[in-house]
């Protein structure tokens, strides 16, 4: 798809198209080079296989990739839900299956500090009628009291085998790459440099496996080399 890989030329585009047709085909997007890119690569359902490639992006580039599913509407349970518990209420007029990614929140506080509230994420093992099953436990309690409301996450999957180099353009805003409403990303050996806000960050993810290598995320004092957040069983 015309990509140089010369760490130079922007190759955004060539890339861009390349992961479309590997989405379509059902293939992996294999990486051998050393690639510039200008803007945030979105590399949601792809598997990527590289060969020690590296992808350089630039200062101004707020992600050099992203990975990132999408949530739906909340519903409120019509009961507590106790921690411990694998089960919630809700009202009849949502559909989930074996397998599906719910996300459980209310209005309390989990750490007031930051504005932070309570949640999870928990995987369906069974609907029936109004009744959501799951295969784990629930870590915290929930209470209608609280606004105890559920939804369901449509997750974004990711795939990297081989060593992949991702390089920021060393400013206090760069991120790596983002993980968003996804579910069993697996990254076998990750390297990421100059995003010196954070290298990797996690957010609202299911059952991840990363091994990898971060460096350079200073801002200040305030970066982070791993932000996790709402990331469960990872």
């Known amino acids: 798809y015309g990509a140089r890989g010369n760490g130079i030329s922007d190759d955004y585009t060539a890339l861009k198209n390349a992961i479309t047709y590997a989405i379509r085909s059902e293939r992996p997007l294999v990486l051998t080079k050393t690639y510039y890119i200008s803007r945030t690569l979105d590399v949601s359902n792809v598997t990527i296989q590289s060969h020690n490639a590296t992808i350089i992006g630039s200062p101004s580039t707020l992600y050099l990739l992203q990975a990132v599913g999408n949530i ?3 519903t409120s349970a019509t009961v507590d839900v106790n921690s411990g518990s694998n089960e919630v209420i809700i009202p009849n007029t949502l559909s989930y299956i074996s397998g599906d990614l719910i996300k459980i929140t209310s209005n309390k506080f989990f750490d007031e500090g930051e504005g932070t509230k309570q949640g999870e994420i928990q995987q369906v093992e069974k609907y029936d009628t109004n009744k959501i099953k799951t295969y784990r ?17 449509i997750p974004a999957k990711l795939s990297i085998t081989g060593k992949l180099n991702l390089i920021g353009g060393n400013t206090t805003s760069n991120i790596g790459l983002l993980l968003k409403y996804t579910k069993d990303v697996y990254l076998e050996n990750i390297n990421i440099s100059k995003c010196r806000y954070i ?21 200040m004092g305030e970066g982070y080399g791993i932000s996790l957040t709402g990331a469960m069983y990872s």
């Open 72 to 74: 739906g509407n909340y």
């Open 137 to 153: 436990s629930f870590n915290d309690s929930y209470k209608t009291t609280d606004g105890v409301r559920v939804t369901k996450i």
């Open 199 to 219: 290298s990797l960050w996690l957010d609202n993810s299911y059952n991840a496996y990363i091994n990898g290598y971060f460096r350079d995320a200073d801002r």
